[in-house]
């Protein structure tokens, strides 16, 4: 059975790195937060310059969308949404600020109901974000 969870992760791993996004897992209790290589490659950052901890990742969320990605969090969390997604901003290593998908969802709750564990997704959509504002300066100027 073991081996069959391993070979399942394995298989969910694989097909997340072929469709170019990163993955992460968040204990809600702890606050340690896992990413994969595919998430630091997106921003810049190597395995040494991201602490495995919410508050690092917290540490790059521009200060603009953080009440709106911890509403999209709470409302999944509580339950009020079935997923978490949010569009946000994330400062690279760089330091420019690229544009986050983030989709997520709780996977392990306790004995009465409280979340312990989400799962996620993360994608890289700078250029998607610069295409739709070059559009709407466009249209803005007709």
């Known amino acids: 059975m073991q081996r069959d969870l391993r070979d399942s992760d394995d298989g969910f791993r694989q097909i997340l790195?072929?469709?170019?996004?990163?993955?992460?897992?968040?204990?809600?209790?702890?606050g340690e937060l896992h990413v994969s290589d595919r998430w630091l490659i997106s921003w810049?950052?190597?395995?040494d310059e991201f602490q495995p901890h919410v508050s690092a990742w917290q540490a790059l969320v521009h200060p603009d969308d953080?009440?709106?990605?911890?509403?999209a969090l709470h409302d999944h969390v509580r339950g009020a949404a079935l997923v978490y997604e949010c569009e946000y901003r994330i400062r690279t290593k760089s330091g420019e600020w690229a544009w986050s998908l983030d989709?997520?969802?709780?996977v392990k709750f306790d004995a009465d109901g409280r979340p312990l564990m989400m799962v996620g997704t993360d994608t890289n959509i700078t250029d998607r974000k610069r295409a739709e504002f070059?559009?709407?300066e466009t249209e803005r100027r007709l």
């Open 17 to 30: 790195e072929a469709v170019s996004d990163g993955w992460w897992q968040w204990d809600l209790v702890t």
């Open 44 to 47: 810049g950052y190597s395995r």
């Open 66 to 71: 953080w009440e709106h990605l911890q509403k």
């Open 103 to 106: 989709r997520g969802k709780v």
């Open 134 to 136: 070059e559009l709407h």
